[in-house]
Structure formats: C-alpha cells, structure tokens
C-alpha cells in the first residue's frame, strides 16, 4: 500500500509541472515596471488593464499608456515586450518628471509672492514645491504673471522661466521678471458725444481714470485692456440706460506720448493742483493718451407692449410687474430688473425653469421700441426631498423648522430665499449663500429636490477674567455660553465669579421651541454679594469698633445681598415680527456693619436725597425690591449672521414697567427705542452700519 502512494506521488510531481509550463504565444507570463524611482511599481501596476494571465491585446496596451501619463508624473513611458518561459513579458519602461525643489520670482515688485501663488491657486496652475515639474504649467505661469502685472500698469513686462537641474532628479525654477516702465493714463478723450458731456462719461468709467491727486492711491490711472474693455461696456449701459439702444462706442485709439513732467512734492506730476513744482527739476515720461469715438443715434421710447405664451397669469399682470410704460424713454436696465421681477414671480408659483426672451421691434419713424414678450412658463414643480449636509452637531429638525417650504407642497423661491435669511439670522452657521443651496429638478418628474450645505460655527464660548480693583478688591471669574445646546438650538449660560469683595453667580437658558412650537421661552437667576469695609482697607481697623474722628466716608462699611430671577417669552407675529413679554424681580439688600454706616446714611438721608432708610430698623436701611414687566415688539429683516450683517434693519421696541401694581419698592416707567440699519458698500466689501438709540426713564408714585 505504502509502496503505491510513493509511486502516485511521483507521477503527479513529473506531470503537474510540464503542464503548468505549456507555452501560449498570446499569454502574458509577466507585467514589469522599470525606470520609476519615486513612484512604488505596485502603485504604477495598480493603475494597469493589462494583468499577468491575460491574453495580450494592443489595445489595451495603449489605454495603459495614457492612463499613466494622466496621472501626471511620467516625461516618457515605452512599452517592450520580451519572450517568457510560459508567454510574453510586458515592460513598462517609465521616466519619472523631475520635482520641483524651489520656486523663487526674480524682479517681481508691483505684486507680492503670496498675490502669485493665490492667482496661480485660482487658475489651478499651481507651481510648488515638491510638484512634479510640468512645461506646461510654467508656461501658463508666465502668462498669468504678465497679465497681473499688467494690471498694475506694466504693459511691457517680460516674465520668463529659467531651470536648473538638481541631481539626482530634481529642479529649481527661477521666474526673471523685467516689469519696464509703469505707464499712467494721463488722458481720456471723448468725441461724438453731445446729450453726455465727457465728465458725465468719465465718471461712468469705473476702472480707468485720468492721472489725478487720487489716482496715487487707487492706481485706477494705470491701463489695463480688459479695464477698458469694461467700462467702454459701462459707457453702452449709460446711453442704453437713457434710450440710447443703438448708440455706439468705437474702438477705443490708444496711444503712447511722450510728456514732459515736473517734478513735484510730493508727487511727479504736471504742476497745479497734484503738487509743488521743483525748479528746473522735468522729466520725460510715456503716458497714454486714450481716444473714446461714440456715435450716439436717436433716443428710442416704449411702444406696444405684448406678451404670449403667459398662461399662469394673465397679460394684465405680466404687464404691471414689467412696469413698462408706452411713451416713456426706453431703459434696458430697468427691462432687465423687469424681467427678474417677473421671475421671482412665477418662481414663486412652483415654475422655477420660466424663461422670457424679449422681441425688439423698432419702428424708426415714430423712434419707438415694440416690445413682445414670449413667455415660456414650464412645469409648475413640487418639492420632493429636503436635506441638509454639513450640520454635525444641529439636528435636522431644528433646521427643517426654519424652513418654510414644505414636502409635497409647490416649490416657492420667494419663501425659501426667506428660509435660507431666517437660518443665517440664528447664528449656528458660517452665512448661508445661494449658492450652498441645491435645487435639482427632476427630469421625468415635476418635482425638485433641495439639498442646504451648511457649514456650523462655533457654538461654545469660554471666558476667564480677573483683576483688581480699589472698590471691587480682587477677584476672578468663568463663564460659559451655548447657542445651540447639543444641537437642539436651545442657549445656556454660567457665569461664576468671586473674590475678596464681591460674589456673582448667573444661570440662564432659552428655549426657542417649546413643545416644538415657535413660541421661544427662557428664564436667567442670579445671585450677588458685595461686602464693602473702608475702615478695615485703609486703616486696619475692626469696622466694629470705630475710634471718633474718622471722616464719614471712612466709616462706610456695609454689606449687600441682592438675588433675582426673570422669565420671558415671546411668540412669531407674520415672518419678521416676535411679541415678547418679560417679567423680572430683583431684591437686593443692604446693611450696615456698625452704628456709624448707619450714622452716615442717616446724615445723608437729611439732604434731601432719596432715603436709605426702611421701616424695618437700624442696620437694615436699604431693602429694594423690583418687580419689572417689559412688553416687547421686535422686528428682523436683517441678511447675513447676527455678528456680521450684511444689510437690511431691525427694530426692537420695549417698554419697562416697575413697580405700581406688581409691588416694589420702586416705580418707573422706561420706553426704549433700537433702530439698526445695514447698507452694503463697494460690492460687499465694506457695509455701512448705522443705529439709533433712545430711551428715557420717568418714575412715578412718590
């Protein structure tokens, strides 16, 4: 039996292998990768179609090559096939690009490195170390630093790229830029014009100015073509603006003069008004001289107004959001914010793909423009799917609840432009723009679904504080605030502080949905204690045990508890209006340590002044108690976040109310009066903020 295992086993180790070594001529025994260095050849084949086994196939061989080459790390690859035992060997010989060990900018003034890297970054041809090194790239490098120094004036700039290798495979790139001379526009003139003076065009020009007191800092006197090109657009606009539809703006004729210049202080310019001329001090300068043609035609005004196509609404409609009067001078700008009201119309009827394309006819015997609006509505849309993404911590419904179109409901551009500035105004997100917002419509369905991004902001805030001070003594504190509490929206706060002299300890939370309702509720308490002992401060005395003498505000030394608590609540009156109503006590007394505080308050209780003195005793003279009721209207358009709003108003009104019926100690009545007014200016870039403020108080009863 032994004997016939042995003799098996030795038949199949003879056969099993001259089987395996069968020769196919078209197999792929082996796929190899040489000439990489930095690249693992494990990463190169995991790119490869072609694969040990496979059956050899051109083809593939060549999709190969340029998915390797795609991804951007290879000068050259070639492809040899050698002959194995089995079938054929596939050699993928690759040389890898050179990186890039450094990358400076020789000459480079009239912009900084960190404007290039930016500027490259936007145009996505970044260069950077440790990169691999790409012609092509560099290239459009060269290209994008003259246009930015052109930019700056420097028409004639030259930028070019040097190299120099650094073994064992790497290189250094150089940037050689020769800026030349910074020409400056030193005039603008405008021929053909007559209903437009050449300052009224002038000023419509916002990027290219003449050279003036101003320009230094602007550096608007430095031409730019694309600048130009721009305003010569804004000059169109003006005269289209007026009725002028067909007036017409030629090429504009740039011209290089010499011109002879003062020197000045403390500019070089011409003399009067840009500075004070130096005696005998002139240079010769390039400047450009700058010719504007316009043939400005007949003024055009409104014809017959038409409309087809509009079914949702009737033309009577159409016609009063378009605000187009027959007779009046026909303005392609207010056309324009005509037809955007006349989509935020239908938008906010479900129609989102509306369009509305105008038919000009111009009848040149009456100079008047007919207009025919063809008007092409589209499916009315239903909102299928909300989401919401970027949100870690906020849970969707505190979301959801802020948002005013529903599922199921027709799409309305109008209210969600308004969810998206209610969710901006709670505070929990970076400024939702509208762009974040997603609105994909379905192609077989009339249905959109919205998906919000959303990026979450800092909802902790931690303060530590501390110090010393001659009445308060020495102390320290910590307070903590939340305005999304575990992402359910709610505000909690604490506050600790204690020292030598004085004590504060603050609890407050707000609940801006009760019972997931938007009816917000809230309630603070606090707690103080003030102990203030002159005596002992500057003296070292027992405050106890006074000896005569002692001015009066030295013996001043007394004790103050005071406590309190408020509730408050307030309810959503239409979308941008709350009423709240706030109700608060606070009670706070004051004692005196010996007879002499007492003594003093009873002094000053002679003068005429409100008395410190309570009907309960000595070393009790000062119990106050207010118990306060504030009415409130609030009224919020403002856009953007609560820390940085970038337009719109609010108005808050309230009205505080002490004493009287409530009970108290004190009565007085306090209206106040907040207005807050936001303006964008400079496209955004800066925003105007004004606010006014006015309140009074009046008290009553004695």
């Known amino acids: 039996m032994m004997a016939v295992t042995v003799?098996?086993?030795?038949?199949?180790?003879?056969?099993?292998?001259?089987?395996?070594?069968?020769?196919?001529?078209?197999r792929i025994e082996e796929v190899r990768v040489t000439g990489n260095r930095r690249i693992p050849s494990d990463t190169i084949k995991y790119n490869l179609q072609t694969k040990p086994n496979d059956q050899f196939n051109p083809n593939v061989i060549r999709r190969d090559i340029k998915t390797l080459y795609a991804l951007g790390h290879f000068d050259d690859i070639r492809v040899e096939e050698d002959q194995g035992k089995t079938g054929k060997i596939i050699i993928f010989r690759v040389t890898e690009k050179k990186l890039i060990r450094s990358v400076k900018y020789d000459g480079?003034?009239?912009?900084?490195?960190?404007?290039?890297?930016?500027?490259?970054?936007?145009?996505?041809?970044?260069?950077?170390?440790?990169?691999p090194y790409d012609p092509t790239k560099i290239r459009k490098a060269e290209t994008i630093i003259k246009m930015m120094l052109a930019e700056k004036g420097h028409q004639d700039a030259t930028v070019e790229a040097t190299t120099e290798d650094i073994p064992p495979n790497s290189i250094a790139v150089t940037f050689k830029v020769d800026e030349g001379p910074k020409i400056r526009i030193q005039k603008i003139s405008i021929e053909g014009n007559k209903v437009f003076s050449?300052?009224?065009?002038?000023?419509?020009?916002?990027?290219?100015?003449?050279?003036?007191?101003?320009?230094?800092?602007?550096?608007?006197?430095?031409?730019?073509?694309?600048?130009?090109a721009d305003d010569i657009t804004r000059i169109r606009m003006l005269y289209a603006e007026h009725g002028y539809v067909r007036a017409n703006v030629l090429d504009p004729v740039v011209e290089t003069k010499p011109q002879q210049l003062h020197r000045t202080l403390p500019f070089i310019r011409p003399p009067f008004p840009w500075g004070i001329p130096i005696p005998f001090k002139k240079k010769t300068l390039d400047r450009y001289?700058?010719?504007?043609?316009?043939?400005?035609?007949?003024?055009?005004?409104?014809?017959?107004?038409?409309?087809?196509?509009?079914?949702?609404?009737?033309?009577?409609?159409?016609?009063?959001?378009?605000?187009?009067?027959?007779?009046?001078?026909?303005?392609?700008?207010?056309?324009?914010?005509?037809?955007?009201?006349?989509?935020?119309?239908?938008?906010?009827?479900?129609?989102?793909?509306?369009?509305?394309?105008?038919?000009?006819?111009?009848?040149?015997a009456r100079k008047l423009v007919n207009l025919n609006i063809n008007v092409d509505e589209d499916r009315q849309f239903y909102v299928n799917r909300i989401a919401f993404s970027g949100n870690t911590t906020t849970r969707d419904k505190v979301i959801r609840r802020e948002v005013m179109v529903e599922e199921g409901q027709v799409?309305?551009?109008?209210?969600?432009?308004?969810?998206?500035?209610?969710?901006?105004?709670?505070?929990?997100?970076?400024?939702?723009?509208?762009?974040?917002?997603?609105?994909?419509?379905?192609?077989?369905?009339?249905?959109?679904?919205?998906?919000?991004?959303?990026?979450?902001?800092?909802?902790?805030?931690?303060?530590?504080?501390?110090?010393?001070?001659?009445?308060?003594?020495?102390?320290?504190?910590?307070?903590?605030?939340?305005?999304?509490?575990?992402?359910?929206?709610?505000?909690?706060?604490?506050?600790?502080?204690?020292?030598?002299?004085?004590?504060?300890?603050?609890f407050s939370f707000t609940e801006p949905y009760l019972l997931d309702r938007p009816l917000t509720a809230g309630f603070s308490v606090f707690k103080s204690s003030f102990r203030y002992d002159q005596a002992r401060e500057v003296f070292g005395l027992d405050p106890s045990k006074l000896p005569q003498g002692?001015?009066?505000?030295?013996?001043?030394?007394?004790?103050?508890?005071?406590?309190?608590?408020?509730?408050?609540?307030?309810?959503?009156?239409?979308?941008?209006?709350?009423?709240?109503?706030?109700?608060?006590?606070?009670?706070?007394?004051?004692?005196?340590?010996?007879?002499?505080?007492?003594?003093?308050?009873?002094?000053?209780a002679t003068q005429n002044n409100q008395s410190f003195i309570s009907n309960t005793g000595a070393g009790s003279f000062s119990d106050f108690h207010a118990h306060t009721l504030i009415p409130s209207f609030t009224r919020n358009r403002t856009q953007g976040t609560p820390i940085?709003?970038?337009?719109?108003?609010?108005?808050?009104?309230?009205?505080?109310?002490?004493?009287?019926?409530?009970?108290?100690?004190?009565?007085?009545?306090?209206?106040?009066?907040?207005y807050r007014y936001f303006h964008p200016m400079n496209k955004g870039r800066n925003i105007l903020a004004v606010r006014f403020l006015g309140s009074f108080v009046q008290g009553f009863g004695g």
């Open 550 to 604: 002692l001015s009066l505000e030295n013996r001043l030394n007394f004790t103050q508890q005071g406590s309190g608590f408020n509730v408050f609540s307030s309810y959503p009156f239409k979308i941008w209006n709350r009423f709240g109503l706030n109700f608060g006590i606070n009670h706070s007394v004051t004692s005196a340590i010996n007879p002499a505080t007492d003594e003093y308050f009873k002094a000053v």
């Open 644 to 674: 940085f709003p970038t337009g719109g108003s609010s108005t808050s009104l309230t009205f505080e109310y002490t004493g009287g019926f409530l009970g108290g100690t004190v009565n007085y009545v306090r209206p106040t009066l907040d």
């Open 411 to 506: 799409f309305n551009s109008a209210l969600w432009d308004m969810s998206v500035q209610r969710l901006n105004q709670l505070g929990y997100f970076e400024e939702i723009k509208t762009e974040d917002a997603e609105v994909k419509p379905n192609p077989t369905q009339p249905q959109v679904d919205i998906n919000l991004k959303v990026k979450e902001r800092g909802r902790n805030s931690i303060g530590f504080n501390g110090g010393v001070s001659g009445i308060g003594g020495s102390f320290m504190g910590i307070s903590y605030e939340t305005n999304n509490f575990l992402g359910f929206g709610e505000t909690l706060g604490v506050t600790l502080q204690g020292g030598t002299r004085q004590s504060q300890y603050v």
């Open 289 to 364: 001289y700058i010719t504007i043609k316009i043939e400005e035609n007949d003024q055009y005004r409104v014809g017959d107004v038409k409309v087809t196509g509009a079914k949702q609404f009737n033309e009577t409609v159409v016609k009063s959001v378009l605000g187009l009067v027959p007779g009046e001078v026909f303005n392609e700008e207010r056309l324009r914010k005509s037809f955007e009201n006349l989509k935020k119309l239908y938008g906010a009827r479900g129609y989102i793909n509306f369009t509305a394309v105008p038919v000009q006819d111009f009848d040149e």
């Open 7 to 26: 003799l098996l086993a030795l038949v199949f180790t003879a056969v099993e292998p001259q089987a395996l070594q069968t020769p196919d001529p078209n």
């Open 198 to 228: 050449a300052s009224q065009i002038r000023k419509a020009m916002k990027l290219i100015k003449e050279a003036g007191p101003l320009t230094v800092f602007t550096s608007k006197d430095t031409y730019f073509d694309l600048k130009l």
């Open 108 to 131: 480079l003034k009239s912009v900084t490195n960190s404007e290039v890297l930016d500027k490259l970054r936007e145009k996505k041809a970044s260069i950077s170390q440790e990169s």
